[in-house]
């Protein structure tokens, strides 16, 4: 299971770090990944981590750093100079894989998590 929390209403160029909590012994065998939706839009990536290093989605890059502590099975989404379009339901995934695959869907999905940006 993922749960995740850190959601909130902040102003534009604010920040926020979203976390997500797994279950399991293995979690550092798994690769994490960030998704968002916004209101009436598709369900699009934001950031993964994996063995590799980490990838990002072009919209977020230079502003969302990813990272994961296994320790605590916790994987986190630091958002900088947040913007309005930035407002979505943030989720986090995880792949049953040690490198993250594009070509597929994640294997388990944690709740949303709410982000609202205002102007």
């Known amino acids: 299971q993922l749960q995740a929390y850190g959601g909130g209403l902040v102003q534009a160029g604010d920040s926020l770090r979203l976390s997500c909590v797994a279950s399991?012994?293995?979690?550092?065998?798994?690769?994490m990944g960030w998704f968002r939706q916004a209101p009436g839009k598709e369900r699009e990536f934001v950031a993964a981590i994996d063995w590799s290093g980490k990838k990002y989605a072009d919209s977020v890059k230079g502003r969302f750093t990813i990272s994961r502590d296994n320790a605590k099975n916790t994987v986190y989404l630091q958002m900088n100079n947040l913007k309005p379009e930035d407002t979505a339901d943030y989720y986090c995934a995880q792949r049953g894989t040690i490198f993250w695959d594009f070509r597929s869907p994640p294997d388990n999905w944690g709740q949303g998590t709410l982000v609202t940006v205002s102007s």
């Open positions: 399991g012994r293995t979690f550092r065998n798994y690769s």
